[in-house]
């Protein structure tokens, strides 16, 4: 049994760590939001999004676009209450699903903290699903903290051995990024820094 099966099987820690992923984007979602010009978008796709809030961070800079908020049935039920509350839940449309089966369409697709916290098999599987569905100009950004190259200490190589804890997670180098992202039949573009510990990956269908 994995952490995620675990999780399914005991509903009270599933909503606290629901909680706990909803409150660390309330510290990460505006500098993520930040670092990238999402105006040009009409739609969206937060894929894997827990409740809204790095949605919601992203409508607030792109005033024209609409959201979808895309994630486990039991996990974005909670979603509408916090949407309303950040003024966005107007310009929002929450689908339940999983990113194994399928996606939403949009123009750009966001995934924070998502393939991190599966192995390589089962991220290329993530990253297919939604190449399929994303049109052929669609852009997809993973927001990850991206181990870098060099011996010094690095706050992602520490969170590396943490998610090792869960089973297959792991944090990555760009160039397992790369590599993971050629077997979705995508093709990362550029990697950009934020004000904080993630970077943007940038990709688009090969």
Do not use: C
């Not at 995620?4 to 909680?19: D, G, K, Y």
């Not at 827990?50 to 895309?70: C, K, M, S, T």
């Not at 599966?118 to 927001?143: C, E, F, H, K």
């Not at 979705?184 to 510990?197: E, H, S, V």
Request: hydrophobic letters at 45%; glycine letters at 10%.
């Amino acid at each position: 049994m994995d952490f995620w099966e675990f999780l399914a099987t005991t509903p009270e820690l599933a909503e606290l760590f629901n909680q706990a992923m909803t409150s660390l984007s309330k510290m990460s979602a505006p500098v993520i939001a930040a670092a990238y010009d999402f105006t040009p978008f009409r739609t969206v796709v937060d894929v894997g999004g827990g409740q809204g809030r790095l949605l919601a961070a992203i409508l607030d800079v792109a005033p024209g676009a609409r959201g979808v908020l895309f994630d486990l049935p039991d996990v974005v039920a909670e979603a509408p209450a916090l949407l309303r509350q950040l003024g966005v839940g107007g310009r929002v449309d929450i689908v339940g699903g999983s990113f194994f089966d399928s996606a939403p369409e949009g123009d750009v697709y966001v995934l924070k903290h998502v393939i991190h916290d599966w192995g390589d098999d089962d991220a290329v599987s993530i990253l297919r699903n939604i190449r399929s569905a994303a049109p052929g100009d669609a852009l997809i950004l993973l927001a990850e903290i991206v181990i870098p190259q060099h011996h010094r200490e690095n706050l992602g190589k520490l969170l590396d051995l943490e998610m090792l804890i869960g089973g297959e997670a792991r944090e990555r180098t760009a160039e397992q990024y790369r590599r993971l992202l050629d077997r979705a039949g995508l093709r990362m573009t550029r990697i950009l820094p934020t004000a904080g510990p993630h970077s943007l990956i940038e990709a688009r269908s090969a």
